[in-house]
């Protein structure tokens, strides 16, 4: 699940771009993203990770993902859970080819970002086989 403004912005400075917004829309956005993911598993960048909030560890399972790890092992060590993945675009890459639903909320948001959506991770091939 991610939200990305206008051009495909996901973040800037380690934040949302939109963080500190005070515009209904940029306060849902993050609203309902705790609310899907309550109860299931959120698997993130170490960045992405250390960007929650403290309630966030509250009702939901965070796991850090780091580069040397198998995308296909770490997401089977969650058989039958909800694994919502949640990064930046190293992480996008790697776990794109895995997407079974993409849930993408595209905010009013025209400006600045250091970190990009990429479309063309909505049709990743399947993941290479080891
Ligand atoms: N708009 C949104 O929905 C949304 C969502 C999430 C994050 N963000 C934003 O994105 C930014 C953070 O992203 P980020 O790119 O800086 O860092 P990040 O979230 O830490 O994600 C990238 C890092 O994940 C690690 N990683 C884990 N598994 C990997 C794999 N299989 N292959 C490659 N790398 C893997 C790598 O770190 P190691 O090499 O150290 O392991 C990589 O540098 C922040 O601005 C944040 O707010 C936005």
Redesign the pocket.
């Known amino acids: 699940m991610?939200?990305?403004g206008r051009r495909g912005q996901?973040?800037?400075?380690?934040?949302?771009p939109w963080e500190g917004r005070p515009e209904p829309i940029f306060i849902a956005d993050p609203a309902r993203f705790f609310d899907l993911t309550r109860g299931h598993v959120l698997i993130?960048?170490?960045?992405?990770r250390a960007?929650f909030p403290a309630f966030a560890w509250d009702h939901r399972e965070i796991v850090e993902?780091?580069?040397?790890?198998d995308?296909a092992a770490v997401l089977a060590r969650f058989p039958g859970r909800v694994v919502y993945v949640?990064?930046?675009?190293?992480?996008w890459?790697?776990?794109a080819p895995f997407i079974e639903y993409w849930d993408i909320t595209r905010l009013p948001y025209d400006g600045e970002a250091d970190?990009w959506f990429d479309p063309a991770w909505l049709v990743a091939g399947p993941p290479a086989r080891s």
């Open positions: 991610c939200a990305i996901l973040g800037l400075d380690g934040q949302l993130a960048g170490p960045a992405t960007s993902i780091r580069s040397h790890e995308p949640c990064g930046g675009p190293a992480v890459r790697a776990y970190r």
